[in-house]
Antibody
Framework: EVQLVESGGGLVQPGGSLRLSCAASGFTVSSNYMSWVRQAPGKGLEWVSFIYSGGSTYYADSVKGRFTISRDNSKNTLYLQMNSLRGEDTAVYYC???????????????WGKGTTVTVSS | DIQMTQSPSSLSASVGDRVTITCRASQSISSYLNWYQQKPGKAPNLLIYAASSLQSGVPSRFSGSGSGTDFTLTISSLQPEDFATYYCQQSYSTPYTFGQGTRLEIK
């Protein structure tokens, strides 16, 4: 079964750091594009970052320079290292597989259940 | 950045109704448009990709159309399980922006 399971969320003080993990099963993380999307309480979805199968990475301006996406191929796991956290980073963080067809648009077809990050003193 | 604007922001409808949600991009995105459904406390679920392609396992009452800047999601006959929030998302260029969402409620 194709599945994503996030972990690593929690309560952290402003300025602190946290690393989120997303363990994949049923497919290979390194062969796919992978994304992180977040949702602040009561708000809509916000794309945060993705990593190409080739290793290139992209970030939303709101997290650029503070967050780093990476993967461990041996563990088939995606990560999001979050530094210099702010109150506005409080959200549920989802990882998703970004399906890239041979021709046409990419789309997020598999999602984890999410992990909650709360930034507060 | 490409801005995605959905209308309406909320909608009340009855079981069996035909419902249309609109998504407009601030610039042309060809057919690089996806639709997701999200229920409270759950992760988003892909419904439509590439503007009009139905994701495997999604009921055929869902359909999508459009290209360029204007897109629609149509539910042909609302079922009780369809009451949720719907988001459009462009994958034409980073950042991959989402619309603000359309909350579909029971009348």
């Amino acid at each position: 079964e194709v599945q994503l399971v996030e972990s690593g969320g929690g309560l952290v003080q402003p300025g602190g750091s946290l690393r989120l993990s997303c363990a994949a099963s049923g497919f290979t993380v390194s062969s796919n594009y992978m994304s992180w999307v977040r949702q602040a309480p009561g708000k809509g979805l916000e794309w945060v970052s993705f990593i190409y199968s080739g290793g290139s990475t992209y970030y939303a301006d709101s997290v650029k320079g503070r967050f780093t996406i990476s993967r461990d191929n041996s563990k088939n796991t995606l990560y999001l290292q979050m530094n210099s956290l702010r109150g506005e980073d409080t959200a549920v963080y989802y990882c998703a597989r970004d399906r890239v067809p041979a021709a046409g648009p990419n789309y997020m077809d598999v999602w984890g259940k999410g992990t909650t990050v709360t930034v507060s003193s | 950045d490409i801005q995605m604007t959905q209308s309406p922001s909320s909608l009340s409808a009855s079981v069996g109704d035909r419902v249309t949600i609109t998504c407009r991009a601030s610039q042309s995105i060809s057919s690089y448009l996806n639709w997701y459904q999200q229920k409270p406390g759950k992760a988003p679920n892909l419904l439509i990709y590439a503007a009009s392609s139905l994701q495997s396992g999604v009921p055929s009452r869902f359909s999508g159309s459009g290209s360029g800047t204007d897109f629609t999601l149509t539910i042909s006959s609302l079922q009780p399980e369809d009451f949720a929030t719907y988001y459009c998302q462009q994958s034409y260029s980073t950042p991959y922006t989402f619309g603000q969402g359309t909350r579909l409620e029971i009348k």
